[in-house]
Nanobody, 123 residues
Framework: QVQVVESGGDLVQPGGSLRLSCAVS????????MGWYRQAPGKERDLVAA???????NYADSMKGRFTISRDNAKNTVFLQMNSLKPEDTAVYSC?????????????????WGQGTQVTVSS
């Protein structure tokens, strides 16, 4: 099994910063892509940022320049540094990972979600 656990969500004032972490543990060969998504009340879940195993990043347009995604492959962890936070950034932020597992003689990619962490931006 694979566990995905986010942390770091909090209440922060507009203009403030937060750093989210997502740790992956369990039985797997390695982790391919890792990403952060967010879902605000009454809205669909949207991609925030993603990063490949080689470090290539992709951001939603509204997050470019404010958010930075990074990963520590040795610790199987992905981070999201969020700066200049706005009230519209309020949402549940969830981690999504593609994990390579060996099943019998084959390597397969499985997708996992974390439970999410609440980020609230308010004065």
């Amino acid at each position: 099994q694979v566990q995905v656990v986010e942390s770091g969500g909090d209440l922060v004032q507009p203009g403030g910063s937060l750093r989210l972490s997502c740790a992956v543990s369990g039985s797997f060969v390695n982790i391919a892509a890792m990403g952060w998504y967010r879902q605000a009340p009454g809205k669909e879940r949207d991609l925030v940022a993603a990063i490949t195993s080689g470090g290539t990043t992709n951001y939603a347009d509204s997050m470019k320049g404010r958010f930075t995604i990074s990963r520590d492959n040795a610790k199987n962890t992905v981070f999201l540094q969020m700066n200049s936070l706005k009230p519209e950034d309020t949402a549940v932020y969830s981690c999504n990972v593609d994990v390579v597992r060996r099943i019998s003689s084959f390597y397969q990619i499985f997708n996992y979600w974390g439970q999410g962490t609440q980020v609230t931006v308010s004065s």
